[in-house]
Protein backbone atom coordinates (compact mmCIF):
# COMPACT_ATOMS: atom_id res chain seq x y z
CA UNK A 1 0.00 0.00 0.00
CA UNK A 2 0.76 3.47 -0.61
CA UNK A 3 -0.06 6.47 1.27
CA UNK A 4 -0.18 10.07 -0.12
CA UNK A 5 -1.08 13.14 1.95
CA UNK A 6 -0.89 16.59 -0.21
CA UNK A 7 -1.05 19.85 1.18
CA UNK A 8 -0.47 23.63 0.53
CA UNK A 9 -3.85 24.57 -1.57
CA UNK A 10 -5.40 27.22 -0.26
CA UNK A 11 -6.96 30.63 -1.20
CA UNK A 12 -5.15 32.62 -3.53
CA UNK A 13 -5.75 36.62 -5.95
CA UNK A 14 -5.34 35.99 -9.68
CA UNK A 15 -1.42 36.14 -10.73
CA UNK A 16 -0.58 34.63 -7.38
CA UNK A 17 1.15 31.54 -6.42
CA UNK A 18 1.25 28.17 -4.28
CA UNK A 19 3.05 25.31 -3.93
CA UNK A 20 1.22 21.88 -2.97
CA UNK A 21 3.36 18.78 -1.16
CA UNK A 22 2.91 15.49 -1.63
CA UNK A 23 4.12 13.16 1.01
CA UNK A 24 4.59 9.46 0.12
CA UNK A 25 5.20 6.40 3.01
CA UNK A 26 4.20 2.47 2.39
CA UNK A 27 6.82 1.54 -0.45
CA UNK A 28 9.78 2.89 -2.34
CA UNK A 29 9.01 6.57 -3.67
CA UNK A 30 11.96 6.78 -6.07
CA UNK A 31 10.56 4.25 -8.38
CA UNK A 32 6.76 5.68 -8.51
CA UNK A 33 6.16 7.98 -11.65
CA UNK A 34 3.92 10.48 -9.85
CA UNK A 35 1.70 13.01 -11.20
CA UNK A 36 -0.70 15.57 -10.16
CA UNK A 37 -4.29 15.61 -11.79
CA UNK A 38 -7.44 18.09 -10.53
CA UNK A 39 -11.56 18.28 -10.94
CA UNK A 40 -13.67 20.63 -10.92
CA UNK A 41 -17.26 20.31 -11.00
CA UNK A 42 -18.99 19.41 -14.10
CA UNK A 43 -15.41 18.90 -15.60
CA UNK A 44 -13.78 15.09 -16.51
CA UNK A 45 -10.23 15.27 -14.57
CA UNK A 46 -7.28 16.82 -15.66
CA UNK A 47 -3.85 15.29 -15.49
CA UNK A 48 -1.57 18.86 -15.07
CA UNK A 49 1.40 17.45 -14.56
CA UNK A 50 3.99 13.72 -14.98
CA UNK A 51 7.07 13.22 -13.51
CA UNK A 52 9.36 10.01 -14.21
CA UNK A 53 11.24 8.67 -10.81
CA UNK A 54 14.55 10.45 -11.33
CA UNK A 55 13.02 13.81 -12.04
CA UNK A 56 13.58 14.09 -15.55
CA UNK A 57 11.08 15.04 -18.86
CA UNK A 58 8.15 16.50 -16.96
CA UNK A 59 5.27 16.88 -18.83
CA UNK A 60 2.84 19.25 -18.38
CA UNK A 61 -1.03 19.84 -19.41
CA UNK A 62 -0.58 22.96 -22.48
CA UNK A 63 -3.53 25.00 -20.00
CA UNK A 64 -0.44 25.11 -17.28
CA UNK A 65 3.14 25.18 -19.77
CA UNK A 66 4.95 27.70 -18.60
CA UNK A 67 2.82 28.76 -15.30
CA UNK A 68 3.77 25.37 -12.98
CA UNK A 69 6.33 23.19 -12.42
CA UNK A 70 6.43 20.04 -10.75
CA UNK A 71 9.24 18.66 -8.97
CA UNK A 72 10.23 15.52 -6.50
CA UNK A 73 12.84 14.84 -3.92
CA UNK A 74 13.18 11.35 -3.23
CA UNK A 75 14.80 11.61 -0.08
CA UNK A 76 11.90 13.54 1.51
CA UNK A 77 9.91 11.28 -0.18
CA UNK A 78 7.82 14.42 -1.47
CA UNK A 79 6.65 15.92 -5.14
CA UNK A 80 5.36 19.48 -5.60
CA UNK A 81 4.29 21.39 -8.06
CA UNK A 82 4.93 25.20 -7.90
CA UNK A 83 2.10 26.82 -9.41
CA UNK A 84 2.97 30.62 -10.37
CA UNK A 85 0.82 33.31 -12.34
CA UNK A 86 -2.48 31.18 -11.10
CA UNK A 87 -5.79 32.35 -13.13
CA UNK A 88 -9.52 31.50 -11.77
CA UNK A 89 -9.93 28.54 -14.43
CA UNK A 90 -7.37 27.04 -11.94
CA UNK A 91 -9.76 26.45 -9.54
CA UNK A 92 -9.99 22.64 -8.32
CA UNK A 93 -9.09 20.38 -6.40
CA UNK A 94 -5.62 18.76 -6.75
CA UNK A 95 -4.40 15.54 -6.23
CA UNK A 96 -1.51 13.51 -6.57
CA UNK A 97 -1.03 10.11 -7.99
CA UNK A 98 1.20 7.29 -8.00
CA UNK A 99 2.16 5.14 -10.19
CA UNK A 100 3.98 2.41 -8.11
CA UNK A 101 3.54 -0.28 -10.77
CA UNK A 102 2.12 -1.23 -13.97
CA UNK A 103 -1.22 -1.94 -12.34
CA UNK A 104 -1.26 -0.58 -9.03
CA UNK A 105 -2.20 3.71 -9.15
CA UNK A 106 -2.68 5.62 -5.47
CA UNK A 107 -4.71 8.38 -4.68
CA UNK A 108 -3.68 10.99 -2.28
CA UNK A 109 -7.26 13.06 -0.84
CA UNK A 110 -6.53 16.01 -2.55
CA UNK A 111 -6.74 19.69 -1.81
CA UNK A 112 -8.41 22.40 -2.98
CA UNK A 113 -7.07 25.43 -5.05
CA UNK A 114 -9.50 28.50 -5.38
CA UNK A 115 -7.97 31.62 -7.44
CA UNK A 116 -10.48 34.56 -6.97
CA UNK A 117 -10.71 37.34 -9.92
Known amino acids: QVQLVESGGGSVQAGGSLRLSCAAS????????MHWFRRTPGKERELVAT????????VYADSVKGRFTISRDNAKNTVYLQMNSLKPEDTAIYYC??????????WGQGTQVTVSS
Open 26 to 33: GRTFSRFV
Open 97 to 106: AADADATSRY
Open 51 to 58: INWNGGSP
